[in-house]
């Protein structure tokens, strides 16, 4: 009864470093996301999918990248991070676009 | 036209006391409203949620009321309770279009 399980939990960078969050349901949704939460900015849209194979750019997409290669799984990119990208992020997934999201316990990420 | 604005930003209401948390839309087309809860080091999950065809809905001790005329709907939590202490998220969406989420309310309940 797993849901959505995002990892890691936490981790620190260096200004400039890489990584990849990942992200796996096992609910058999289509539509996966991408968010990140700030102070007093509630979430906001990253990326998000619509199924295996494809991808899209949500409200603040500058700076990451995805790939949705199987349908469980929905990995969130940074090639070169940077102060801004602090943050925490979560991952969600849904039957279909517009219906409730399950979302992961998320990710925070500070960038030093 | 895509925004969803949600006041207050943080709310203290004493145990027993009603928390009362609104949010305005401009899109017309939207047609499902959830709210969303989430506590601390945790995922925002779905509390309830109402449709434009009713004006209220409730569950338990939560009760959403909607104004379709004044695009205006609204989270009622009664006999709040330290343990609705969260952070309490408005939403709205249309099948086929991505959720747009309000700001957030941080609510404390004094015990």
């Known amino acids: 009864n797993a849901g959505v399980t995002q990892t890691p939990k936490f981790r620190v960078l260096k200004t400039g470093q890489s990584m990849t969050l990942l992200c796996a349901q096992d609910?058999?949704?289509?539509?996966m996301y991408w968010y990140r939460q700030d102070p007093g900015m509630g979430l906001r849209l990253i990326h998000y999918?619509?199924?295996?194979?494809?991808?899209a750019k949500g409200e603040v997409p500058d700076g990451y990248n995805v790939s949705r290669l199987k349908k469980q799984n929905f990995l969130l990119g940074l090639e070169s991070a940077a102060p801004s990208q602090t943050s925490v992020y979560f991952c969600?997934?849904?039957?279909?676009?517009?219906?409730?999201?399950?979302f992961g316990d998320g990710t925070r990420l500070s960038i030093l | 036209q895509q925004q969803v604005k949600q006041s207050p930003q943080s709310l203290i209401v004493q145990k027993g006391g009603i928390s009362i948390i609104n949010c305005a839309y401009e899109?017309?087309?939207?047609?499902?409203f959830p709210w969303y809860q989430q506590f601390p080091g945790k995922g925002p999950a779905l509390l309830i949620a109402?449709?434009?065809?009713?004006s209220e809905k409730k569950e338990g001790r939560f009760t959403i009321s909607f104004n379709k005329s004044a695009k205006q709907f609204s989270l009622h939590i009664m006999d709040s309770q330290p343990g609705d202490s969260a952070t309490y998220f408005c939403?709205?969406?249309?099948?086929?279009?991505?959720?747009?989420f309000g700001a957030g309310t941080r609510l404390f309940v004094k015990a």
């Open positions: 969600a997934s849904s039957g279909h676009v517009g219906q409730p999201q399950h």
């Open positions: 609910m058999n949704h289509e539509y």
């Open positions: 999918s619509v199924g295996e194979g494809t991808t």
């Open positions: 899109n017309t087309a939207f047609d499902y």
């Open positions: 109402i449709r434009p065809d009713v």
């Open positions: 939403a709205a969406s249309r099948r086929g279009f991505k959720t747009i």
